[in-house]
């Protein structure tokens, strides 16, 4: 079992940043890949980025890529998203989940475990 915990949501401008974080719990954490998501009402989860057990390999969404960075601290057992350039698209409940399997994967059908979410509300 893994447990997850996102926090760093808030209110921004576009053009501002934001850093999210996902602490995870089970011994086992290390070994998954991690994948943030997000979700406004409505609407299906959408993909956002994910990363590979070591953290060597990243994948991102065309929408987000060159602005948000996925990393992850397997010693602090944590995954990080760092959002840059925020636009008021970039607006919803963001969510990390966790996979069991070794490659990242972009469906949400994919993924193992969800953490509750965090709002990000970017103004423009």
């Known amino acids: 079992q893994v447990q997850l915990v996102e926090s760093g949501g808030g209110l921004v401008q576009a053009g501002g940043s934001l850093r999210l974080s996902c602490a995870a719990s089970?011994?086992?954490?290390?070994?998954?890949?991690m994948g943030w998501f997000r979700q406004n009402p409505g609407k299906e989860r959408e993909f956002v980025a994910a990363?590979?057990?070591?953290?060597?390999?990243?994948y991102y969404a065309d929408s987000v890529k060159g602005r948000f960075t996925i990393s992850r601290d397997n010693v602090k057992n944590t995954v990080y998203l760092q959002m840059n350039s925020l636009k008021a698209e970039d607006t919803a409940v963001y969510y990390c989940?966790?996979?069991?399997?070794?490659?990242?994967?972009?469906?949400?059908?994919?993924?193992?475990?969800w953490g509750q979410g965090t709002q990000v509300t970017v103004s423009s």
């Open positions: 089970g011994r086992t954490w290390s070994m998954y890949v």
């Open positions: 989940a966790v996979a069991r399997r070794t490659v990242p994967a972009d469906k949400a059908y994919e993924y193992d475990y």
């Open positions: 990363i590979s057990r070591s953290g060597g390999i990243t």
